[in-house]
């Protein structure tokens, strides 16, 4: 256990319902509490913050107060990450972010056990490192991508939904299951497209293309990268290349795949071939596509719910493991997209 036992009066002290609560948390291992608290405390922080308590660091101690729920859930965010520490994983912010998440979807209705957290949650195994999902709906998300051949993954940004397609690419790849990667997105970004972008096909694709880069580099060794770029093993084009094409023993992924039209999307699902899985991701909420033409993710998402060896992860402004703002901003733009649907009906209804 992470917490050691401390001297008489410190410690949880009895309270009532609506009373304000104390806790005292000690850490064995001063290198390991550092990485815990974060630098200048940001960790710590961010859960004062998050969950409405005060947290007051001393050495390798940490007094928590505020109420009883709130104290219990950051209790069990610190000794749940501090048991991730002593495993050997890095611990990012995204990492505490869905710490708090769990801990406050899980309650206090049930005992707690530091040593088990994160059990039930899915891990991508890498050669470079895992790949663990932080939000209930990544780990429904990671275990769609297992189940199915073809799975959608629809949210806002930050959600994670092109990083972990890319890390189950990846990992495919490195147990040789699959041949090929290959990545595709539309180039079309707030009204222009390629012709208007100098340079060669890669140099006019690579901007539209950089999270995939970014992604591939984080994941991967990136000499393996540029070798399998090299030999095609790992290829990344434009939407518009994949026509004619089937793609077998390949995990294919369409990025920004709000922005496809709906003959696009058709073209893209039928290169679907034998030994192959596809993942296509995208937001809603932002497409780039000309007044009055329908986003192939939208209309692709309707026609094939349900359609048997087809998943679908639906992300929201509460599964953003960006910066803390990130889940303020889309909930604020999707509050007013709420405002505006809600106005156009109205006027519509005089």
Do not use: C
């Amino acid at each position: 256990m992470p917490v050691r036992p401390l001297e008489p009066g410190q410690g949880l002290v009895p309270s009532t319902e609506g009373t304000p609560s104390q806790v005292v948390l000690a850490f064995d291992d001063n290198r390991h509490a550092s990485v815990l608290f974060g630098q200048y405390g940001q960790n710590l922080a961010l859960i004062e913050r998050r969950l409405g308590v005060v947290a007051e660091q001393r050495g390798n101690h940490v007094t928590l107060e505020g109420s009883r729920d709130a104290v219990e859930q950051a209790r069990r965010v610190l000794e749940s990450l501090y048991e991730n520490i002593k495993r050997g994983q890095d611990l990012a912010s995204g990492d505490v972010e869905g710490a708090i998440r769990l801990a406050i979807a899980q309650g206090s209705l049930f005992d707690f056990d530091p040593s088990a957290t994160r059990e039930g949650f899915e891990q991508i195994n890498l050669r470079k490192r895992p790949v663990r999902a932080r939000t209930t709906a990544q780990d429904a998300y990671i275990r769609a991508l297992r189940r199915h051949a073809l799975v959608f993954g629809t949210g806002p940004a930050g959600t994670g939904k092109t990083w972990l397609a890319v890390a189950h690419a990846v990992s495919l790849f490195e147990r040789k299951e699959v041949d090929r990667i290959i990545v595709s997105r539309p180039a079309v970004e707030a009204g222009e497209r390629l012709g208007f972008l100098p340079g060669d096909l890669r140099e006019k694709v690579d901007p539209y293309l950089r999270p995939i880069y970014d992604a591939l580099h984080d994941l991967m060794d990136a000499r393996i990268v540029e070798r399998a770029m090299q030999t095609n093993e790992i290829e990344i084009a434009p939407l518009a290349f994949m026509r004619g094409r089937t793609l077998s023993n390949a995990v294919v992924i369409l990025d920004e795949a709000q922005n496809t039209t709906a003959m696009q999307m058709k073209m893209f699902l039928t290169r679907l071939g034998e030994n192959s899985r596809m993942i296509v991701t995208g937001d809603p909420s932002q497409v780039d596509l000309p007044p009055g033409q329908i986003s192939g993710l939208a209309e692709a998402t309707r026609l094939l719910d349900g359609v048997e060896g087809i998943g679908h992860a639906a992300f929201t402004a509460e599964d953003v493991i960006r910066h803390e703002l990130v889940a303020r901003i889309v909930a604020a733009y999707d509050k007013a997209d709420a405002a505006r649907r809600r106005g156009t009906k109205d006027g519509k209804n005089d």
